[in-house]
């Protein structure tokens, strides 16, 4: 219970620091998108995002992609960094406003911060390089989504990172592709990384 409120606190101080607000859940249901298996929203709580940051060490030709984004936190942080450019992608309404709002207000942006409103299954991954998931959806939608990536790997080849966060139920989806290697959790984060293999 300490340590939660500690982490609330903390998340707070970052917002206010970064001028967004993302704490706090989100009391409807999320839409469910085409497979049917939407996720309530929560967020990635800004101390493990510092660590996977730090971890990633992402350059200017990064191009970092967030499913599910919720209220935009994940995208704002990472959009502090000199990269390509940071995206969300997120199906319910309510909340690609808000996460529009954060990104327009975000205090120190180093790049574009873009909301798409839709569904992971139907977004274009061509020049993605790292995609973040903070359990979004079911493993339907990881599935499809996941097919999509590999698909514009094949296209397009390049290095590409999947990182997924609170996976005790679905690593074993990531595992099962062998266009990826596991890489391992990124410190005490929750946070797991895959990479792509040499396609």
């Given at each position: 219970?300490?340590?939660?409120?500690?982490?609330?606190?903390?998340?707070?101080?970052?917002?206010?620091?970064?001028?967004?607000?993302?704490?706090?859940?989100?009391?409807?249901?999320?839409?469910?998108?085409?497979?049917?298996?939407?996720?309530?929203?929560?967020?990635?709580?800004?101390?493990?995002?510092?660590?996977?940051?730090?971890?990633?060490?992402?350059?200017?030709?990064?191009?970092?992609?967030?499913?599910?984004?919720?209220?935009?936190?994940?995208?704002?942080?990472?959009?502090?960094?000199?990269?390509?450019?940071?995206?969300?992608?997120?199906?319910?309404?309510?909340?690609?406003?808000?996460?529009?709002?954060?990104?327009?207000?975000?205090?120190?942006?180093?790049?574009?911060?873009?909301?798409?409103?839709?569904?992971?299954?139907d977004y274009d991954?061509?020049?993605?390089?790292?995609?973040?998931?903070?359990?979004?959806?079911?493993?339907?939608?990881?599935?499809?989504?996941?097919?999509?990536?590999?698909?514009?790997?094949?296209?397009?080849?390049?290095?590409?990172?999947?990182?997924?966060?609170r996976t005790e139920?679905?690593?074993?989806?990531?595992?099962?592709?062998?266009?990826?290697?596991?890489?391992?959790?990124?410190?005490?984060?929750?946070?797991?990384?895959?990479?792509?293999?040499?396609?």
């Amino acid at each position: 219970e300490c340590h939660s409120w500690r982490a609330k606190a903390n998340d707070l101080r970052c917002d206010r620091n970064l001028g967004i607000r993302t704490v706090g859940g989100s009391e409807s249901k999320n839409s469910l998108g085409s497979e049917g298996d939407g996720i309530k929203y929560l967020g990635q709580d800004y101390a493990s995002l510092e660590s996977m940051i730090d971890h990633l060490g992402l350059g200017a030709e990064d191009v970092f992609l967030d499913l599910g984004c919720g209220k935009g936190r994940v995208i704002c942080r990472v959009g502090m960094e000199p990269i390509k450019k940071s995206v969300g992608v997120e199906l319910r309404e309510d909340l690609v406003d808000i996460a529009n709002d954060n990104a327009t207000l975000l205090k120190g942006r180093k790049t574009e911060v873009e909301v798409v409103r839709g569904d992971a299954c139907d977004y274009d991954f061509s020049d993605v390089t790292v995609v973040f998931m903070y359990e979004p959806f079911g493993w339907k939608t990881l599935r499809r989504v996941l097919a999509n990536i590999e698909e514009s790997v094949r296209s397009n080849p390049r290095r590409v990172r999947v990182l997924f966060s609170r996976t005790e139920q679905f690593g074993v989806v990531l595992d099962m592709c062998d266009w990826l290697v596991p890489v391992g959790a990124i410190g005490h984060t929750g946070i797991l990384e895959w990479k792509t293999s040499e396609l």
